[in-house]
């Protein structure tokens, strides 16, 4: 019936079972076996006064056993009895008469020796022999004894007064608990959690494994540190079998039943020794087992899907100016040149003489026409500047107050336009807790059974309360495993409450994965063991030492971090979120508007040559084609910056010409006056009201 292990307690009434022969292999069960002793071989008054074997020898029936508790009691009643009599007969003549049992009489001196005999001590076997007025035993005492590994001890005692002092000390029961457990092997209930217990990819793959092999994870690297630890430091040689939990869960108490299921259930009925996986330490789950200190310390956080990064806008340049202030700058930008223009003309001061060596000249002249008037905003706008410069004070005046809204106006727009560009912005639908519990559109919840859900269902925050009100009130969003629900948060629009070291373990190995807020609380992971187990105290001892030298700390990294072989870092992950190198997508709507600007420049450039040549077009003889290709061969002939070009207006043509005939000598005058070398007609296309003049 496997009832002695060491998870049994027995308790022996009988004051002689100390005499009894278990055997080695109840002795090597470990189980706690306690008894009570009357008599005390181990009294040095009492041995130099008595010979227990020799006793045991007389009293005993068969010779050959130690001295028992009921003939010790009779010898020392004997013995007591004896020793009053003797005493008493020296201060009172014994009168002794025969009495027939069959008759109530009574020994007259009988009540005098009972009194006598209350009155005095006498040293026995059994200890000191003192009655009371009632008549009952004082001054007496029990052994308590415990039957170990280590054989029979005496661990305290208990007096005639009710009192138990226990005299074992800390260090002998640790004695105890190593002896029992070397060359023992303890079986470890686990449950299959990355990265804490994870089966091995060729027992996947059909790779013949067993036992221990099988596995590797946070939970096998963390025993196997704790079994080295034993060997090392204390000696013993402790082994371990993993098993995962039948059921596949944690541990929750049914309500109705009390009874656990899980691994908490496992170490309740006793089907494992250790309970080692990420099992939180609750107030719930200690009525009915003992947890070592933490070897993890967390709490409770939200993992969330990343919100899609929002693709750059082709056009993203424009976006740190709403549309409605960009129209209003248009507008702005339009009437202030209307302005400086009706301005510029209303005023007199802005019109001025373009001769000033001919003062009395009527000619005055005013340099803000329409397109002057848009250029200068424009360049004023463009913080490029303008040759054009007001003269009045009323367009000064329309100026500088154009200059400051400009001023005011690109500074807003570089700085935000810092942000736009170089920051990829996400909105994220929820930030925390709170904002989880106020919306009903994105679903949350977190593993059927286990602390998490505890933790919401006794929680009195409201903010928790109306969580829990909300997934009570939603079957389907408890998933049967955390497996199952990360798959849930990959699909979207669900928020997974689950413990923040599952949080980290899983954002490091997918990049689209995000942990909410920060800690709802703050818990710890420990090693269950079962209740009063002689194993807590051990292991709580080697978790401290470890804990001391970075050993556990060592092994999180390698499973957290290392294992993920970079996939997500967070420097790199902060880095791209702070700021990231321009490419095409965001700044391609820039080098749209230049190629359309240079579009437009060009196509500008040709109606002007053939504005001009319609013009011109009694000085042109050439096919339109001719011309436009003399006109494009002149532009690309750098060395000709002083000729004119072949559509350049008639002005240009005839200065050239003066050029000629004052290097000739001739008179300078009016060209279409004056005689033109015939072997200049051709290229300056001469009309012929010309021609017959160069002929006379």
């Known amino acids: 019936m496997k009832m002695v292990t060491q998870y049994y307690h027995y308790f022996f009434t009988s004051l002689d079972a100390h005499t009894i022969d278990l055997g080695d292999e109840i002795m090597k069960s470990g189980a706690n076996i306690t008894f009570l002793r009357l008599i005390d071989p181990e009294n040095s008054e009492l041995l130099r006064t008595y010979d227990f074997h020799t006793l045991g020898d007389i009293l005993t029936k068969n010779g050959k056993q130690d001295l028992r508790t009921q003939p010790a009691l009779i010898y020392d009643a004997v013995l007591f009895f004896g020793h009053a009599l003797a005493a008493f007969a020296r201060d009172n003549p014994v009168r002794a008469r025969s009495l027939d049992c069959e008759r109530d009489d009574t020994w007259e001196q009988g009540s005098t020796l009972i009194d006598y005999m209350k009155t005095i001590e006498e040293p026995g076997i059994t200890g000191p022999i003192h009655f009371n007025r009632k008549g009952e035993r004082r001054k007496f005492g029990l052994d308590l004894l415990e ?15 009710g009192e138990i002092t226990v005299t074992k000390t800390k260090k002998e029961r640790t004695q105890d608990t190593l002896a029992f457990l070397n060359q023992t092997t303890l079986r470890v209930t686990s449950i299959e959690e990355p990265p804490y217990l994870m089966v091995k990819k060729g027992v996947q793959a059909g790779a013949r494994l067993s036992g221990n092999d099988r596995f590797e994870g946070y939970v096998p690297d963390i025993l196997d540190e704790i079994m080295k630890f034993f060997k090392k430091s204390m000696n013993v040689n402790v082994n371990y079998e993993i098993h995962v939990v039948e059921d596949g869960v944690y541990g929750g108490r049914d309500e109705d039943t009390g009874e656990w299921n899980g691994m908490i259930g496992e170490l309740v009925s006793g089907k494992a020794d250790l309970a080692m996986a990420p099992l939180t330490i609750t107030a719930l789950r200690e009525e009915d087992v003992d947890f070592t200190k933490p070897f993890m310390t967390l709490g409770i956080s939200i993992i969330f899907k990343k919100p899609e990064q929002n693709q750059p806008e082709l056009f993203g340049f424009l976006r740190p100016l709403s549309w409605m202030v960009w129209m209003y700058v248009i507008v ?191 818990k710890g992971y420990g090693i269950g063991t079962p209740r009063n187990s002689r194993l807590r105290d051990i292991l709580s001892s080697i978790i401290l030492n470890l804990t001391e030298e970075s050993t556990l700390h060592i092994i999180k990294d390698r499973w957290w971090r290392e294992k993920a072989e970079g996939k997500c870092d967070d420097s790199d992950t902060k880095k791209k979120d702070e700021a990231s190198s321009l490419d095409t997508s965001t700044l391609g709507g820039v080098f749209i508007a230049l190629a359309a600007g240079v579009a437009l420049a060009v196509v500008t450039g040709i109606f002007e040559f053939l504005w001009k040549r319609k013009q011109q077009q009694y000085l042109e003889q050439k096919p339109l084609c001719t011309a436009m290709f003399e006109q494009f061969w002149f532009a690309c002939q750098c060395h000709r910056g002083d000729d004119p070009p072949p559509a350049a207006p008639l002005s240009k043509k005839l200065q050239k010409v003066n050029k000629v005939l004052d290097g000739n000598g001739l008179y300078m005058g009016d060209p279409r006056s004056q005689f033109i070398p015939y072997g200049m007609r051709e290229s300056l296309h001469v009309p012929p009201a010309m021609n017959d003049n160069a002929n006379h």
């Open 147 to 161: 039957f170990s590994v280590r054989g029979l001890a005496k661990i305290g005692y208990w007096n005639s007064t």
């Open 332 to 522: 702005a930008y339009l009437g202030v040149s209307l302005l400086l223009y009706f301005l510029a003309r209303f005023s007199p001061f802005e019109w001025y003489n373009p001769h000033p060596c001919h003062a009395k000249s009527d000619l005055l002249e005013n340099q803000f026409t329409v397109l002057n008037s848009l250029w200068f905003t424009i360049g004023s706008l463009m913080q490029q500047g303008c040759e054009i410069m007001p003269r009045a004070t009323s367009t000064r005046l329309a100026s500088g107050i154009w200059w400051f809204f400009t001023l005011v106006i690109i500074s807003s727009y570089t700085a935000n336009l810092a942000a736009f560009l170089t920051v990829a912005r996400m909105v994220t639908p929820i930030e925390n807790a709170d904002d989880l519990s106020k919306q009903t559109e994105i679903k949350y919840g977190c593993v059927r059974s286990g602390s998490t859900l505890n933790f919401f269902k006794e929680s009195k925050i409201p903010t928790y309360e109306r969580m829990w009100a909300f997934m009570s009130s939603h079957p389907d969003v408890f998933p049967n495993s955390s497996a199952e629900g990360m798959i849930r948060v990959r699909k979207g629009n669900y928020a997974y409450l689950m413990e923040s070291v599952m949080v980290e373990y899983n954002i490091q190995r997918d990049c689209s994965l995000q942990q909410v807020g920060g800690l709802l609380d703050s």
